[in-house]
């Protein structure tokens, strides 16, 4: 433990492209001081120790010796749960970076050793963090802005072939999963944050254009417990890419498009307008002025509680989470919060592969499922199920 309370020492562990995210974040943030790195590549920790000022370490013991209290986990996913179980037996908090791991049995592995150990386990989904998505989960939570009815959530980008070009990617091997696991799994978190429990889903998974031995579109129908429905997309094959999430609710529509993360000004708050208020002025309450905006004024309890705009970057977590371990407080980003997230993926990639519809409660630990996204079927089981025509 750090002797100066006021300071939060922080080590990484692969120093690759996100960890320079990382890197940047903890750097600016007076209250933090990164201290050391380790990647298994020692050019790789050397580079980045001299970039960010950290002693090079050449083990996760060495790193953790340089009197340490958070590391940032920024290797591959495959990766995740070996070297997150070794940091909680060292006995030291970890900033995971997303997906958390690549099945759920790895992640009730994690679970495990973190209920064993002095540290506990946060993982990255920034944009959790971001002032907008902080606003919005805390009006839906209150009901201000109505329930949630009918949802929209979209992972558009664009992957060319050459991007499958180095070894571990487009291979379950190497990725553990789809882009649904590696790219939509953002807006699905969001989604899933800010509309509560998810019940059952349906999914279809297509490869359509890569060389890739998973889906590179994947499409979900998904039930709430508060009764609503949302249909969830990633696609690697969109040319005008976007991230996008819309939420209908009883009184309004909520929604951001962004791309790779999002400002306050990336929001929109459409609320319906009240009814009698319409009715007074004798407009019909059920249509619109034409032009996309309500017919009345209403109060907009939307900008009413806006705050300082803090974008969706990396810096937005990790501010909150040095605040909050500072402060001897958990952050709310735990991993037991991000796993009806990795439920939701895996049930996604049993629909698709079965056919079938999958509730949450069928992923148990003796679900296939549960231990590989591919179930354990062979790779012309999986084509077949894939393939569009
Ligand atoms: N939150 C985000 O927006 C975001 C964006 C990109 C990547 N990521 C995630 O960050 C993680 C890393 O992705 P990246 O793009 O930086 O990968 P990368 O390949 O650029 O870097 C990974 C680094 O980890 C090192 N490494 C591999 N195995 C290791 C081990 N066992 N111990 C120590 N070092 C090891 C590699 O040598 C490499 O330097 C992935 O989980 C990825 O999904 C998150």
């Known amino acids: 433990m750090s002797t100066d309370e006021q300071v939060l020492r922080v080590g990484l562990v692969g120093c690759g492209g996100i960890a320079r995210s990382h890197g940047r974040a903890y750097t600016a943030n007076p209250r933090a001081r990164l201290v050391a790195a380790h990647d298994v590549d020692p050019a790789a920790t ?16 060495d790193l953790v010796a340089q009197d340490v209290q958070l590391v940032s986990v920024c290797t591959p996913p495959g990766t995740h749960t070996a070297t997150t179980i070794a940091l909680l037996e060292l006995g030291v908090s970890v900033l995971l970076e997303k997906p958390p791991t690549v099945n759920l049995a790895d992640m009730d592995l994690i679970a495990q050793a973190e209920q064993a150990s002095a540290g506990s386990v946060y993982v990255v989904f920034q944009h959790r963090h971001g002032s907008a998505a902080k606003r919005a989960h805390r009006l839906l939570a209150q009901g201000a802005l109505g329930a949630p009815q009918v949802a929209v959530c979209e992972t558009l980008w664009y992957r060319p072939e050459s991007y499958f070009d180095p070894d571990w990617r487009g291979n379950w091997a190497g990725e553990g999963g789809g882009p649904t696991l590696g790219h939509g799994i953002h807006q699905i978190d969001l989604l899933l944050h800010l509309m509560g429990e998810w019940t059952t889903l349906d999914a279809r998974a297509a490869r359509i254009a890569r060389p890739v031995e998973f889906e590179d579109v994947s499409m979900a129908a998904v039930s709430f417990a508060n009764g609503a429905v949302a249909s969830v997309t990633t696609s690697l094959l969109s040319p005008r890419e976007t991230s996008r999430i819309r939420i209908d609710t009883t ?11 999002y400002a306050d000004a990336d929001w929109s708050w459409f609320p319906l307008p009240d009814a009698q208020t319409l009715a007074a002025n004798g407009v019909d309450p059920g249509r619109s002025s034409g032009d996309g905006t309500p017919a009345t004024a209403v109060t907009d309890v939307w900008q009413a509680a806006a705050e300082t705009d803090v974008p969706s970057a990396h810096a937005a977590q990790i501010d909150e989470l040095v605040d909050d371990l500072l402060a001897g407080r958990s952050h709310p980003t735990t991993l037991a919060s991000t796993r009806p997230t990795m439920e939701f993926v895996t049930a996604l990639y049993a629909s698709a592969l079965e ?6 409660a069928d992923l148990t630990p003796d679900q296939a499922f549960y231990r590989h996204l591919h179930g354990g079927l062979s790779a012309q089981r999986v084509s077949d199920r894939m393939r569009t025509v």
């Open 46 to 61: 050397k580079k980045f120790a001299e970039e960010f000022g950290t002693a090079p370490c050449d083990s996760l013991a």
């Open 251 to 261: 009184g309004g529509t909520l929604e951001v498009n962004h791309l790779y993360g």
């Open 355 to 360: 056919g079938a519809t999958i509730a949450r």
